[in-house]
């Protein structure tokens, strides 16, 4: 079975500063992961996914993630943060087998960016 | 390239209504997955159609119910209504053109926010 937690489910930073956001995967299958931005009363829009083809992978807005086999993680990193980052952030996994076609979402971790 | 589109964005109801909602996928995605998302419960998947069929479905009552039609357009029925029904429905959509199952993005479309009162 795929589940994904996300540590910490807020999280501040100054701007300016690295931005890591904390994933770490459970799946009975090879896993597809993905990171999602949130924006208040918007659905959800794909920052990067990570595929097998390389486990460092570069999205959007200057986010890269790094799908660590052997730790179970594929957390999300920003070296600068800017205020336009403040939003909630979402990591999933691709279900498999009978559930393919289906996201697990973690709970998310809503980001805030302080001047 | 149109994104998902649903509607209607806010719908209020009250318990014991039924409900329906609409969601046209990006042009050529034949496949149409429904999420609810809920402070409580966070983000939960609730079912998956490609090409007219149900393919995937998630643990949710048979209140929920959905279909997809043949240009692809998918709607989502909740009959009724419970005060826990209120949530943000979103539709997502999908190409499956790459060749590698679970590897295709879900788009997702603005959600449509329901309030059962």
């Known amino acids: 079975a795929q589940s994904v937690t996300q540590l910490g489910s807020h999280v501040s930073v100054s701007e300016g500063a690295l931005v890591l956001l904390r994933c770490n995967y459970s799946?009975?299958?090879?896993?597809?992961l993905f990171w999602y931005v949130q924006y208040p009363n918007q659905g959800l829009q794909l920052l990067l996914k990570?595929?097998?083809?390389?486990?460092l992978v570069k999205g959007i807005n200057g986010f890269e993630a790094e799908f660590k086999k052997s730790e179970t993680s594929f957390h999300l990193t920003k070296p600068s943060a800017h205020m336009s980052d403040a939003a909630e952030y979402f990591c999933a996994v691709s279900g498999g087998g009978s559930t393919l076609g289906r996201l697990y979402f973690g709970r998310g971790t809503q980001l805030t960016v302080w001047p | 390239k149109a994104g998902v589109t649903q509607t209607p964005r806010y719908l209020i109801k009250t318990r014991g209504q039924q409900v329906t909602l609409s969601c046209s996928p990006i042009?050529?995605?034949?496949?149409v997955s429904w999420y609810q998302q809920t402070p409580g419960q966070g983000l939960q998947f609730l079912f998956e159609y490609f090409s007219e069929t149900q393919r995937n479905k998630g643990n949710f009552p048979g209140r929920f119910s959905g279909r997809q039609f043949s240009n692809s357009r998918s709607e989502m029925n909740v009959s009724t209504l419970e005060l826990g029904d209120s949530a943000l429905y979103l539709c997502?959509?999908?190409?499956?053109?790459?060749?590698?199952?679970?590897?295709?993005?879900?788009?997702f479309g603005p959600g449509t926010r329901l309030t059962v009162l």
């Open positions: 990570y595929t097998s083809a390389a486990t």
């Open positions: 997502a959509s999908s190409s499956l053109t790459s060749g590698r199952a679970g590897t295709d993005t879900q788009y």
């Open positions: 042009s050529g995605h034949r496949s």
């Open positions: 799946s009975s299958v090879p896993p597809y």
